[in-house]
């Protein structure tokens, strides 16, 4: 659960980029990309809160992937900033969206059949 | 560190997955990430100088040579900001998972090995670099080094731990090996019979 939450507080953070490192519709990439992108990575990461569903979190590993993907061949070196956030965001997004959730999974249900 | 013998892990005689195992490696990974940020920091140009109270400009020109530099245009962030990257990965996938992952989710203690040993013999072999390349000394860098070699020393029982487990799966019961890897439920009579065979020898 608490992955989740960082992932939500990630996805804000790349909604807010374009204001952030103030690139607008005539840079290379348009805020309206970064707004949704952040926008799916909350969605998804709120709805994974509450169902806590394995599919959620390959999706949200996909996201992340293609922030990385984006920001590692749509640009040249040296990469602007909003590029290299990219790649940061994708990075740490694709951590945390494989960390298990901690509640009522295999693990407790395993102990519960060693102690039974 | 002392060892507790509650609930043995084969081949060791205390579990590796304990949190009084796990949380000084999350202490000292938090730590090498907050070092590495600042080295980040540097290189992306936030702070303009770096803190060395010994080896004085040489810190920068380590943090700011060709090698870092040629490190930054083929993986698209400063080498500094990976290495941050790394250590948080250390402490975060120290916290996840109970005090029998090695059993229940060997793929999170592999993927944590992953993280933790080939990534801090990187960081060290980037030392040996900057000495014996650069012809420079960077004490921060040295710091993240040592806390890369004591994470790898006190992570590296877990790992055998879970190799070990899945090595025993994939011989006695082939059919549960993807299962058991993946942390998905085998019968428990399996995951006791386990402990029990190699507590017998």
């Given at each position: 659960m608490w992955a989740s939450v960082v992932i939500v507080m990630l996805g804000c953070w790349l909604m807010l980029s374009p204001v952030i490192?103030?690139?607008?519709?005539?840079?290379?990439?348009?805020w309206f990309h970064d707004f949704f992108v952040g926008l799916f990575l909350v969605s998804f990461a709120f709805a994974n809160c509450l169902y806590k569903n394995r599919i959620l979190s390959i999706i949200i590993l996909g996201i992340s992937f293609w922030c990385i993907i984006y920001g590692y061949f749509?640009?040249?070196?040296?990469?602007?900033p909003i590029a290299q956030n990219y790649i940061a965001i994708g990075l740490l997004v694709a951590m945390f969206a494989i960390?298990?959730?901690?509640?009522?999974t295999v693990e407790d249900e395993a102990i519960q059949r060693n102690m039974s | 560190m002392k060892k507790h013998k509650k609930n043995p892990v084969p081949p060791w005689?205390?579990?590796?997955?304990?949190w009084n195992q796990r949380i000084p490696i999350c202490i000292l990974g938090g730590l090498g990430f907050l070092i590495s940020t600042y080295l980040a920091f540097f290189q992306w140009g936030l702070v303009s100088t770096v803190w060395d109270p010994f080896f004085g400009k040489q810190s920068m020109e380590v943090i700011d040579s060709d090698v870092s530099h040629l490190m930054y245009k083929y993986m698209g962030i400063p080498d500094a900001a990976l290495g941050a990257y790394a250590y948080l990965g250390d402490a975060i996938f120290g916290i996840?998972?109970?005090?029998r992952r090695w059993q229940y989710r060997p793929w999170l203690v592999i993927l944590f090995g992953i993280d933790i040993i080939p990534l801090g013999i990187v960081s060290i072999v980037l030392v040996i670099i900057q000495t014996f390349v650069l012809n420079a000394w960077c004490f921060l860098c040295i710091v993240t080094a040592i806390i890369s070699l004591i994470l790898i020393i006190m992570a590296y029982d877990e790992v055998w731990s879970s190799l070990l487990y899945i090595h025993y799966i994939r011989k006695k019961q082939k059919q549960y090996f993807w299962k058991a890897l993946w942390g998905i439920r085998i019968p428990a009579a399996i995951e006791n019979d386990y402990i029990q065979v190699k507590r017998r020898k």
């Open positions: 490192f103030m690139h607008t519709i005539q840079d290379q990439v348009p749509f640009f040249d070196h040296p990469r602007a960390i298990p959730p901690t509640d009522k | 005689d205390y579990n590796p997955s304990e996840a998972g109970s005090t």
